[in-house]
């Protein structure tokens, strides 16, 4: 039926579930937007816990490579970023430890975690 058949009713109850229509979509849009504006709160507070906090902290890639290390980390260390990320962790840590770390992190990558 096209909208030359439809009678006059029909059409006005045709428009009035197109406007509810737009009103969901409004809706979902406004909440859509408040929850990227949480979510950017949130990282901010995580990013500043995770460069203020005391204690040293990097992020590794599936490859053990370094992606982000703190502050503490880095003084700790006595590294700028620039010099760590992208380098493997096993870098920074004795010869005698690089092959357990490589077992503990293999074992990482499989479980999701570790467990001692």
Same mark, same amino acid.
């Given at each position: 039926?096209? %909208?030359? =058949?439809?009678?006059? #009713?029909?059409?006005?109850?045709?428009?009035? =579930?197109?406007? @509810?229509?737009?009103?969901?979509?409004?809706?979902?849009?406004?909440?859509?937007?408040?929850?990227?504006?949480?979510?950017? &709160?949130? =990282?901010?507070?995580?990013?500043?816990?995770?460069? *203020?906090?005391?204690?040293?902290?990097?992020?590794? *890639? #599936? %490859?053990?490579?370094?992606?982000?290390?703190?502050?503490?980390?880095? *003084?700790?260390?006595?590294?700028? @970023?620039? #010099?760590?990320?992208?380098?493997?962790?096993?870098?920074?840590?004795?010869? &005698?430890?690089? =092959?357990?770390?490589?077992?503990?992190?293999?074992?990482?990558? @499989?479980?999701?975690?570790?467990?001692?």
């Amino acid at each position: 039926m096209n %909208h030359k =058949e439809k009678s006059r #009713e029909q059409l006005i109850k045709e428009l009035a =579930e197109l406007h @509810k229509k737009i009103a969901l979509v409004e809706a979902s849009e406004k909440e859509l937007e408040r929850k990227n504006t949480e979510l950017s &709160e949130r =990282e901010e507070r995580y990013r500043l816990l995770f460069e *203020n906090t005391p204690s040293g902290y990097q992020s590794m *890639n #599936e %490859h053990g490579q370094i992606i982000e290390a703190n502050t503490a980390w880095l *003084n700790l260390l006595g590294y700028s @970023k620039s #010099e760590v990320i992208g380098r493997r962790f096993a870098d920074f840590i004795t010869k &005698e430890y690089q =092959e357990s770390f490589e077992d503990i992190f293999l074992g990482f990558k @499989k479980a999701g975690e570790i467990h001692d």
